[in-house]
């Protein structure tokens, strides 16, 4: 299967500041099969990004996804108070399908 | 629009069974992959299989294999997820998850915690 590990596992910004995920696969993700969702607490995940860089409905623009192959990143330019989270990414090209650990973003 | 609701928390003991339900409305049913994701405390996310609720096919992680059933009843738009001989280890919120096509998922239910103890 393939391993994704993300890193960091904790980023510490303040509201206004760009944050940076990073999201590594054991192996290439076929097709660019990549997704990155955002989990508050108590609440399921929200889809934000699909197939590396497809914002899903509703996604402010201030969210963006890219890479290829085995390095993926998703970008939030300008953190809004909203943005503080965990964020995942998730391989939908191999079965099984697998996420990433967990990167958590928190107030600086 | 799309909902998918999740029914109540559940409590068993080890060596238990339990089946969780997620109902489905706001679009058809039969139309879109069904899959089942779990979360333990505190932990990442983990997929435990699909099914097709047009066929009734379903494909489950290896992890999970015999002891996990994935079923629907179309007529009530509703897809359940069986766990058998629970363990400790199984205490997590169970999430379905509706799948557009591609391979991700656009729409979770609530998620059902699914406490396992002695």
């Known amino acids: 299967e393939i391993v994704l590990t993300q890193s960091p596992a904790t980023l510490s910004l303040s509201p206004g500041e760009r944050a940076t995920l990073s999201c590594g696969a054991s192996?290439?993700?076929?097709?660019?099969?990549l997704a990155w969702y955002q989990q508050k607490p108590g609440l399921a995940p929200r889809l934000l990004i699909y197939?590396?860089?497809s914002r899903a409905t509703g996604i402010p623009d201030r969210f963006s996804g890219s890479g290829s192959g085995t390095d993926f990143t998703l970008t939030i330019s300008r953190l809004e108070p909203e943005d503080f989270a965990v964020y995942y990414c998730q391989q939908y090209g191999t079965s099984p399908r697998t996420f990433g650990q967990g990167t958590r973003v928190e107030i600086k | 629009q799309v909902q998918l609701v999740h029914s109540g928390a559940e409590v068993k003991k080890p060596g238990a069974s339990v089946k969780v339900s997620c109902k489905a409305s706001g679009y058809t049913f039969t139309g879109y992959f069904m899959h089942w994701v779990r979360q333990a405390p505190g932990q990442g996310l983990e997929w435990m299989g699909r099914?097709?609720?047009?066929?009734?096919?379903?494909n489950y992680a290896q992890e999970f294999q015999g002891r996990v059933t994935m079923t629907r009843d179309t007529s009530i738009s509703t897809a359940y997820m069986d766990l058998s001989r629970l363990r400790s280890d199984d205490t997590a919120v169970y999430y379905c998850a509706r799948e557009p096509g591609a391979g991700y998922f656009d729409f979770w239910g609530q998620g059902t915690l699914v406490t396992v103890s002695s």
């Open positions: 099914i097709n609720p047009n066929s009734g096919d379903t």
């Open positions: 192996q290439s993700v076929s097709s660019s099969s």
């Open positions: 197939d590396v860089s």
